[in-house]
């Protein structure tokens, strides 16, 4: 059994899908820092100074009572909260991300696409006669022996 695993953890296919695990969880760390960042800042300033991530609806009051200043006010007086803005760089989290494999997906699938060749012309005819498949450039017919230059 301990052959079969180590077998199995050498195949060139579970190295490479270990590499994309890592190269993804480092992609992810820079789409959450391009979101957080770069994007959602403009983004709450147009929408009046707010900052998503501080986003939240109280469910259940903490000690001490509210209002809390932030998300971070309301988790460490130990309120019940939703954070609903969190939820929103997430998605554009996860928009940002779908959108880079898909062009590079696409991009790929273009260079690996091959241009598709011209039909090739014929080599072969039928004869009229008998049917058979015969040279292209035959004048007769090599199963019946007919001649093809009438036809």
């Known amino acids: 059994m301990l052959k079969d695993f180590k077998a199995f953890v050498l195949r060139g296919n579970v190295m490479d899908l270990a590499v994309g695990v890592i190269l993804g969880t480092a992609f992810g760390a820079i789409v959450k820092s391009l979101v957080n960042d770069v994007i959602m800042p403009p983004i709450g300033l147009l929408l009046g100074g707010v900052d998503f991530s501080n986003l939240f609806l109280l469910l259940k009051a903490g000690s001490p009572t509210p209002p809390y200043a932030s998300l971070a006010d309301a988790q460490a007086a130990g309120a019940v909260t939703v954070n609903y803005g969190v939820f929103v760089n997430a998605i554009i989290s996860f928009l940002i991300v779908a ?53």
């Open 99 to 151: 959108f880079v494999i898909f062009l590079l997906i696409r991009s790929l699938n273009r260079m690996t696409q091959k241009e598709e060749a011209a039909p090739a012309e014929p080599t072969t005819k039928e004869c009229p006669y008998c049917l058979s498949t015969i040279p292209i450039k035959a004048t007769r017919c090599a199963h019946c022996t007919s001649d093809l230059s009438v036809t």
